[in-house]
């Protein structure tokens, strides 16, 4: 359970405020108008920004003072997801720990999931060598790997095209969604939430709301949401 | 291992220590080069002392005295040994020297000696050096006449640059400030030292550079080449008396008396032609090498006393400042 | 966008070590300076000389500074964005005249543009008059020789850390790369650049007064050597010494202000390929400006292989010894620069910026004199010769080395830093696994920078050299100082080729893997 509480959240002249209770499991979207603080809050549950007031638990567990590193949570941005100077495996193999030496074990439990996300044989490759979409696998990999219960995903797949994207949505809600971990996902796309999110949460005007059921948000959407959806 | 390496070491150092009384003489850079006077000197000694002489290089002879100074009373040297006439009254200053008490016989040097703290090892005339071709002026005023091009050393960073400005002023008096206004144009540039001088001369950058009559006797003997002439100027040539001076904090008294003794032997003085091409202060048993410079008459010898040259020193450099300034 | 302001300190790279180098640094050039002062334990006012002196100074380091940032950023341009045969091995040939001791360099110079020079003697034959190379233009001639090559080298730097996808998003777009791309780009490295040859200009010496011409070209490092040397008045070279610290800091402030930092971003490490500056006359015009900044620094350079050659066969056997232990003092010196460089790159910040440029502003003989004098009542200076050594030239070679780090440090940051903080990689392992590969270039360019500035330097040694524990640059002076000159020469040639054997082994292994 992931719980906000009175969390204020400032950045320059930006506020954005939340009080949510998002119950563990499944894929929620995070909709809402461009500049709207989607971001702000999920580098706020990740650790990268300190709240104004408020908390963020997790499980009952407050979050304040851990550093990103050592939350539940695993993030991925809009890009820079894998460091190019590392293989691929040894990119995934981050999850497991800060060393890039694994065990037979390791590296099994590495080639298992690159498998998964149809990356099996690419793990020598570096990611410059990688088509976007890939890419995209290979920090999905990592993440799987990473076995935290918590997954933010900030907008991974806007680069990719529609076909791709469907593709890695389909593979977060097969395999990440798999283990009762929670998703957030940022999106732009109502068409992404209704593909894979039951529940969506509404960032706009400076408040987040929701969750709500996504097929109710988008067939009678709020008034904040309804202009960015261009209803 | 570090306990077994430490014994052998121990006991090569133990007797050294022990036994043999040491010498410790400061010196400039040059003396004690493979090719300088340093090991010649260094091999005599010690088969006559029983003792361990040992030089330690510091620099030109103005850095001798600064890091003399620096050191203060409780320095490690027990004789300094290269400081020349324009650095000595500043060097008696510093009460650090005991006398000698030595009355060497210094047969070579053109002028009367008795200063109580320093004994002369070499000398040298000042002189510009240029090719055997290039025409030769006979005074500074020629020079200053003419159309030839010098370079020099900087007065306040170099001893030979020093002894350029002592020159002048010992030739010239209050008609200093003319001269070097009349040499400006004959100036191409002032390095910081010697080498940087003598090195823009052979690279063909001035016709003539400041340095020693005895120069050209290094190409002679050393590269046989004849190709390279000191001027001689009739003012007469200001000299340079390099000296050593007992430290007076030493330990080792005696030892150092006899190390300025020795200096002026035979033995030392018939090395110095060839190692610091210098003129030795008493003749060598041989006579001097064949092909080396000839001492100018004794009356073309100019030198200020060591006080003078101290006194003179900051007026004459701030004239000679103020002359190349324009 | 929430990375943008972080107002949270999050954990990053050890922060630690950088105030320790910071400590060391500050300790190292300030410390030897108060001993100097302390020692002359009375005040000075500088007199009209020094004020013309303090004139001179600044004018031709500033002149020669501008001149020279001015001439590097084509040639960068130029060598940025053409590829062609031989291209490494110029780049690390364009180095050398940086690393070379004054007086090798300075009769390299000469015998191209000095009176007998190639330059003059072409004139000559063409029935010109003779150019002059001695007085103010030829200290700042001198000057741009030196540093041209280090300018061109730090901001071929700034353009080789553009990421390939910006170049590819220009040409897209057909976007001017110059007003896009390279304007941002020079804006944050010209003026480090600008500071750092301005300081370097700052305390020359020999330069300044062998091609000065005359005590018009006095500068405040002759004064000082003046005051230490001649009139033995340690609190005169204190106080000199301390107004040369207070224009560093003062310009070091300056440059901070003036810089913008680049925002650039990551990239997956393409290959960078240009689609701009492809028209005939935009390759002529770049051919042109590598030609002719080869020719001006590889033509002097030359001649020290002429003049050296013959020289070779004269060098007495303990020439080889000296080389050994100049190059054991430019190994060891290099992993200490190395190491306090990337600990205050680490750190950032105007700390490490003010610490790393520091050491430009002391001048060698004043950090010599101070240094002996803490030494001396715990140890013998003859002692610890070679270890004093290795400090002073590891400590001068700090600023060059923290330059090339600290902004590469900081784009590895900004564009890893994110990933590298959620992955948990904090500490030694952020460095081990983001940072280090991510620095390789120019870890590899600042030890080889280090290791040859530290080869050819003569450094504080003279004062605490004795008997025969000489390195390369001083055996090949006192050769010079006992009128043998070629022998000199072949030591000069030596020194060239050990300098830049070094610098290129290190450059050369920063850059394998990645593309150069």
């Known amino acids: ?231 | 291992m570090r306990r077994f390496l430490a014994l052998p070491l121990a006991l090569l150092a133990a007797p050294a220590l022990a036994q043999t009384p040491e010498l410790v003489v400061y010196t400039y850079d040059s003396f004690d080069t493979e090719w300088g006077p340093g090991p010649i000197v260094e091999a005599a000694f010690e088969a006559e002392c029983g003792c361990d002489l040992r030089f330690v290089a510091a620099g030109d002879g103005a850095a001798l005295l600064s890091r003399l100074q620096l050191e203060g009373p409780s320095t490690e040297a027990d004789v300094i040994l290269g400081l020349d006439t324009a650095l000595t009254a500043a060097a008696a200053d510093t009460g650090l020297f005991a006398p000698h008490g030595l009355s060497p016989e210094m047969d070579l040097l053109p002028v009367a000696w008795d200063d109580p703290l320093f004994v002369p090892f070499d000398w040298g005339y000042f002189a510009f050096v240029a090719d055997a071709g290039t025409e030769a002026p006979a005074t500074f005023r020629e020079l200053a006449d003419s159309d030839l091009s010098i370079v020099i050393e900087d007065p306040r960073s170099s001893t030979p640059g020093l002894g350029l400005l002592l020159w002048v002023e010992a030739a010239y008096g209050d008609e200093a400030g003319a001269i070097w206004e009349g040499l400006a144009d004959n100036i191409v540039t002032v390095t910081p030292g010697w080498t940087e001088a003598y090195n823009l001369f052979l690279e063909g950058e001035a016709d003539a550079v400041l340095s020693y009559t005895t120069s050209p006797s290094y190409h002679v003997i050393a590269e046989e080449d004849d190709g390279k002439v000191a001027w001689t100027f009739d003012e007469g040539h200001y000299m340079q008396i390099e000296v050593a001076g007992i430290v007076a904090g030493t330990d080792q008294p005696d030892l150092a008396r006899d190390f300025l003794a020795f200096m002026t032997t035979d033995a030392a003085q018939s090395a110095i032609p060839t190692t610091n091409w210098m003129f030795p202060v008493a003749t060598p048993s041989d006579g001097l090498p064949e092909g080396f410079a000839e001492p100018l008459p004794a009356d073309a010898a100019l030198l200020l006393p060591p006080q003078e040259a101290q006194a003179v020193r900051d007026p004459a450099l701030e004239t000679w400042r103020t002359a190349l300034s324009r | 966008m929430a990375h943008r302001a972080q107002p949270l300190r999050l954990p990053g790279p050890p922060r630690v070590p950088g105030a320790v180098a910071a400590a060391l640094v500050a300790g190292l050039v300030l410390g030897p300076l108060a001993a100097v002062a302390l020692r002359a334990g009375g005040g000075f006012a500088p007199g009209p000389a020094d004020w013309a002196a303090l004139r001179f100074t600044v004018t031709q380091a500033a002149v020669s500074a501008g001149l020279s940032v001015l001439l590097a950023v084509p040639v960068a341009r130029a060598l940025a964005r053409r590829r062609f045969p031989g291209r490494a091995a110029l780049v690390t040939l364009l180095g050398a005249p940086f690393l070379l001791p004054v007086i090798v360099a300075v009769l390299g110079l000469l015998a191209v543009f000095g009176r007998g020079g190639i330059l003059n003697s072409a004139l000559g034959l063409a029935g010109v008059d003779p150019v002059s190379i001695y007085g103010f233009r030829g200290v700042v001639l001198a000057h741009v020789f030196f540093n041209l090559p280090l300018a061109t080298r730090l901001i071929l730097q700034g353009w080789l850390a553009i990421p390939a996808e910006r170049f590819r998003l220009a040409a897209s777009l057909n976007a001017p790369v110059g007003r896009l791309l390279e304007a941002p780009m020079l804006r944050a490295v010209v003026p480090g650049t600008l500071l750092l040859i301005f300081l370097l200009c700052l305390t020359s010496f020999a330069v300044a007064l062998t091609l000065g011409g005359g005590p018009r070209a006095t500068t405040v490092e002759l004064a000082i050597y003046q005051a230490l040397r001649f009139d033995f008045a340690p609190g005169r070279a204190a106080a000199l010494a301390l107004v040369q610290v207070a224009l560093c800091l003062a310009g070091t402030l300056l440059a901070l202000k003036i810089a913008l930092p680049s925002a650039f971003g990551g990239g997956l490490d393409r290959r960078v390929q240009r689609w701009d500056a492809r028209g005939p006359l935009w390759r002529a015009v770049d051919a042109g400006v590598i030609g002719a900044a080869a020719l001006f620094l590889l033509a002097p350079l030359a001649m020290v292989v002429a003049r050296g050659a013959p020289g070779l066969a004269d060098l007495p056997p303990s020439i080889w010894a000296a080389a050994l232990r100049s190059l054991a003092v430019a190994l060891v010196s290099a992993a200490l620069t190395v190491a306090l460089a990337l600990a205050l790159a680490l750190r950032g910040g105007r700390l490490a910026t003010v610490a790393g440029t520091l050491p430009l502003a002391v001048s060698a003989l004043v950090l010599g004199t101070g240094l002996f004098l803490i030494v001396r009542p715990v140890v013998s200076p003859l002692d610890v010769a070679l270890p004093v050594t290795v400090l002073v030239n590891a400590l001068m070679s700090v600023p060059f080395a923290t330059a090339a780090l600290v902004p590469a440090v900081a784009s590895a940051e900004a564009a890893h830093g994110r990933l590298a903080t959620s992955l948990g990689l904090t500490g030694w392992p952020r460095l081990r696994l983001v940072l280090l590969p991510r620095l390789r270039r120019p870890l590899g360019f600042a030890a080889g920078l280090a290791a040859a500035l530290s080869m050819g330097d003569l450094g504080v040694i003279a004062l605490f050299a004795g008997e025969r524990q000489e390195t390369l640059p001083l055996a090949m002076y006192r050769l010079m100082g006992a009128y043998r000159m070629e022998a000199a020469a072949g030591a000069g040639l030596l020194l060239l080729a050990l300098t830049l054997a070094l610098f290129w082994i290190f450059d050369r292994g920063g850059r394998v893997g990645a593309d150069a």
């Open chain 1, 1 to 231: 359970m992931l719980t906000l509480e009175a969390l204020r959240l400032r950045q320059g002249g930006f506020a954005l405020a939340a009080d949510a209770e998002v119950p563990p499991g499944g894929i929620v979207a995070i909709v809402g108008p461009s500049g709207g603080g989607k971001s702000t809050l999920l580098s706020a549950i990740a650790g990268f920004l300190a709240p104004e007031a408020g908390t963020v638990r997790w499980d009952g567990r407050d979050l304040a003072g851990l550093p990103p590193g050592e939350r539940p949570v695993s993030i991925l941005f809009q890009d820079g997801n894998l460091f190019p100077h590392l293989t691929v495996a040894q990119n995934v193999g981050l999850a497991l720990g800060p060393r890039l030496r694994l065990s037979a074990e390791q590296a099994g439990r590495v080639d298992t999931v690159l498998s998964l996300v149809g990356l099996a044989g690419r793990g020598d490759d570096r990611p410059g060598q990688l088509s976007g979409g890939q890419q995209s696998r290979a920090a999905l990999a990592r993440v799987l790997l990473s076995g935290r219960p918590l997954i933010l995903l900030d907008e991974p797949f806007a680069a990719l095209g529609p076909a791709l994207k469907d593709e890695m949505l389909d593979l977060v809600a097969g395999e990440l969604a798999a283990d009762g971990r929670l998703i957030l996902m940022v999106s732009h796309d109502p068409q992404d939430a209704l593909r894979v999110a039951e529940r969506t949460m509404i960032v706009a005007d400076g408040r987040v709301s929701g969750p709500l059921a996504t097929a109710e948000v988008m067939a009678d959407p709020p008034p904040a949401l309804k202009a960015y959806l261009g209803r």
